[in-house]
């Protein structure tokens, strides 16, 4: 391609444009005002929360533009895509260049035509080989060696595939987002919340999308969680799964955060959980000596056997403050005013009902104790199949190695040659380069100079 | 115990700040040496800590679920590095900025620059031993992973890298800005050292962004989720890498490199305090 010539094609002009650094520049500044907008302005929300925190005015215009879905849509997409072409049009510009450099391997004429670095004079009576040697492979290790009479040629080079770095770099950057954007368009995400004991057919696609067959029947056996001793955190929590087909079982597998479970192409992760009442919670009412027995459903209000006041069930919680199993439960005595007391009820610690100043405490004259509290744990599990996945990972695993080229293995060339004058002494020249690591590089030029000079004077 | 070690390796970090100031202000080689030394003892004192604090972190772990064969204690432990609070985390920042000072930049600690070094790896700790909560807690089910040792450890240094340029960088642009004064170190040797710091922390940062993403594939069912801590390093990511590019392909050096780290520095601090104070989001516990 002719660089010099001014006016140029309408193709050639679009290629200068697409392997321009200030297209990657100006790319990488909007994608970063992109992402910004996307963490101040909450995404995702129900459409009414931005009329209310942005205003009738500004609302509305936030909407049109999709700035609440702004990682779904063109706002991202069209940067991300048009960066994914930048770096494939500079790979391809500079790689074939990069391997050519790769490829051509350190000669003695390029050796020759270093720039010179130090110099040092060996007496005629030694062996240049001798004086010369131990220093260089000491301080470079393997050395290629040229003997001609009267001339001798030491030469090193390391750092050589430095020039491929930047291009694995590049090329699995590339690999990555093109994996996403497979797996943005050819993957699918949702959700599943299961029941204990209950079977699942389909999964709840991301973002209201409606629902898609699994292909297949789950089934939630069971759902354990554990909890660190006497708190509300839970240690760990798993579900044990049963996957059906026709009716038939084809496998179990128990599904653990960090530890998914893949069947029929799909992939489940254990998200969250939760419970929810499996029947009626069964209540004893006392007032003094006088005790019933009260049946109440989830925010039903329910009288009192006694007639005197009113409960209703709030809420039920499995672990509550790490005490275990609780009910919420709102309590009207019937000549106690409009207020109602509100308190939890813990399965298993009546005890606390009289303790002052605790979310426990019941003021009275009625003293309610749980005596059955049936509940079932529910479990969520994010789902998924991306075939843009493997992608990605080799993006991953391409870039590593660039890394490593590009910033840890910089190129050094290195020559020494020893040419005996006519007098009979050998004229010693350190010849060298390394044009991106130059202090590193000085520091190892002065190192060998010292060594080479200390050999003259064996 | 492990606390009071820290006040101490706090107070070391002080000491070797004023002895690198003092061998600024007087020239001298010998005091230079000695704040090494300094910094030396109290990187070391400050590891003795990190175990300590690991081998805390692990026995009260055990009490909770006793491993049963090796496999369980190995993982325990790996799971158990206190790496996985705010406290935690800013403790082994403070470290990793005076151990690659010490170790990966050793050339350039000297004059401002090992002053403002030791500085900020004093000031960082005191921060997390004055202001933040220090107890162990136990861990959330999310954060039991083999994942979190090299994820977080790979995002620290890049951050206590970006940190090291930082320094440099104000240094540099302290000493070229418009007057005679003569300089404190030659600014060709800060240049070097913003680059390098720089090409560094990027390497790692890389590969946080990479580990973080695997651990959320398997974590979360999703490696990348544009939750704000995310986002955030990746719009760090994207300063650094512009940053590198105009070094490298366009050529610029100087001031203006000087300015892009600084900016690059305030990305890190709101990825790292900004994003977890006030946006929330997935990775809250930190």
Avoid at chain 1, 122 to 145: F, H, I, M
Wanted: proline fraction near 6%; glycine fraction near 8%.
């Amino acid at each position: 391609m002719s660089r010099n010539s001014p006016p140029r094609s309408l193709p050639g002009r679009l290629w200068d444009f697409l392997t321009s650094i200030r297209l990657t520049v100006t790319l990488l500044l909007i994608l970063a005002v992109v992402a910004t907008l996307g963490t101040v302005i909450p995404q995702n929300e129900p459409v009414a929360r931005y009329l209310v925190s942005f205003g009738p005015r500004w609302g509305p215009v936030l909407l049109r533009l999709g700035l609440h879905r702004i990682y779904d849509g063109p706002w991202l997409l069209m940067p991300v895509a048009l960066l994914s072409l930048n770096l494939l049009a500079c790979v391809i510009r500079g790689l074939p260049e990069a391997v050519r450099r790769v490829a051509r391997p350190f000669t003695l004429e390029a050796a020759l035509q270093l720039p010179l670095r130090g110099q040092f004079t060996l007496p005629a009576r030694v062996n240049p080989e001798t004086a010369v040697l131990p220093a260089l492979r000491q301080e470079l290790g393997r050395l290629k060696v040229s003997n001609h009479p009267g001339r001798q040629v030491y030469y090193w080079e390391s750092g050589r595939f430095r020039p491929l770095g930047p291009y694995l770099i590049h090329l699995s950057l590339f690999l990555i987002l093109l994996g996403a954007l497979v797996g943005k368009f050819l993957g699918v995400e949702g959700r599943l919340a299961i029941l204990t004991g209950e079977t699942a057919t389909e999964f709840t696609l991301a973002k209201g999308k409606g629902s898609v067959p699994l292909g297949f029947t789950l089934r939630l056996d069971d759902f354990r969680v554990e909890y660190y001793g006497g708190t509300a955190t839970p240690r760990e929590f798993r579900s044990d799964l049963t996957f059906m087909q026709d009716g038939q079982e084809v496998g179990r597998a128990a599904c653990r955060v960090n530890h998914p479970v893949t069947f029929g192409g799909l992939t489940f992760y254990q998200s969250s959980y939760g419970s929810q009442l499996a029947g009626p919670v069964r209540l004893k009412v006392c007032k003094g000596q006088e005790c019933h027995t009260l049946t109440v459903g989830q925010r039903r209000g329910e009288n009192l056997p006694d007639g005197q006041g009113q409960v209703m069930l709030v809420r039920v919680d499995a672990n509550f403050q790490g005490l275990g199993p609780a009910a919420l439960l709102a309590y009207r005595e019937a000549s106690g005013g409009d207020q109602p007391q509100l308190f939890w009820i813990p399965a298993r610690h009546p005890e606390l009902a009289r303790r002052l100043q605790t979310p426990f405490y019941q003021a009275g004259p009625h003293l309610f104790t749980v005596e059955e509290l049936p509940l079932k744990f529910y479990s969520v599990f994010q789902v998924r199949r991306d075939p843009g996945v493997w992608w990605v990972y080799a993006g991953f695993l391409l870039c590593l190695p660039g890394f490593v080229l590009a910033f840890l293995r910089p190129s050094q060339r290195l020559a020494v040659v020893l040419e005996q004058s006519p007098k009979g002494h050998w004229q010693g020249r350190l010849l060298g380069a390394s044009p991106r690591a130059r202090e590193v590089f000085q520091e190892r030029v002065d190192r060998l100079l010292m060594h080479l000079k200390k050999g003259t004077a064996v | 115990m492990i606390s009071q070690v820290l006040g101490l390796v706090t107070l070391v970090y002080l000491t070797a700040a004023g002895i690198f100031l003092a061998a600024t202000l007087w020239s001298s080689r010998r005091l230079e040496a000695w704040g090494r030394w300094a910094l030396l003892a109290g990187l070391a004192a400050h590891l003795g800590a990190f175990f300590g604090r690991w081998l805390e972190s692990y026995r009260h772990a055990s009490q909770f679920t006793p491993p049963q064969d090796l496999g369980a204690t190995l993982s325990l432990v790996i799971h158990q590095v206190p790496l996985s609070n705010f406290f935690e985390s800013l403790v082994f920042f403070s470290f990793s900025v005076s151990f690659l000072a010490l170790v990966s930049f050793r050339r350039h600690l000297k004059g401002a620059l090992a002053v403002v070094v030791a500085l900020l790896a004093c000031l960082i700790l005191a921060y997390a031993s004055l202001a933040v909560d220090s107890s162990i807690r136990p861990l959330m089910p999310a954060l039991k992973s083999n994942w979190l040792l090299i994820h977080v450890l790979t995002c620290f240094i890049g951050y206590a890298a970006f940190a090291l340029a930082f320094g440099a960088a104000l240094l540099y642009l302290w000493q070229t800005r418009r007057s005679k004064a003569n300089p404190i170190a030659p600014p060709p040797e800060l240049e070097r050292l913003m680059y390098r710091a720089v090409a560094l922390g990027f390497l790692f940062l890389s590969v946080g962004i990479l580990t973080g993403a695997v651990w959320a594939d398997s974590a979360w069912g999703r490696y990348w989720s544009w939750d704000p801590k995310e986002t955030w390093s990746l719009i760090t990511w994207f300063i650094y890498a512009g940053l590198l590019h105009a070094r490298l392909v366009k050529g610029w050096q100087g001031r203006r490199i000087a300015w892009l780290a600084i900016l690059g520095f305030a990305a890190v601090l709101f990825t790292y305090f900004g994003v977890s104070f006030l946006l929330p989001g997935l990775h809250s516990y930190l």
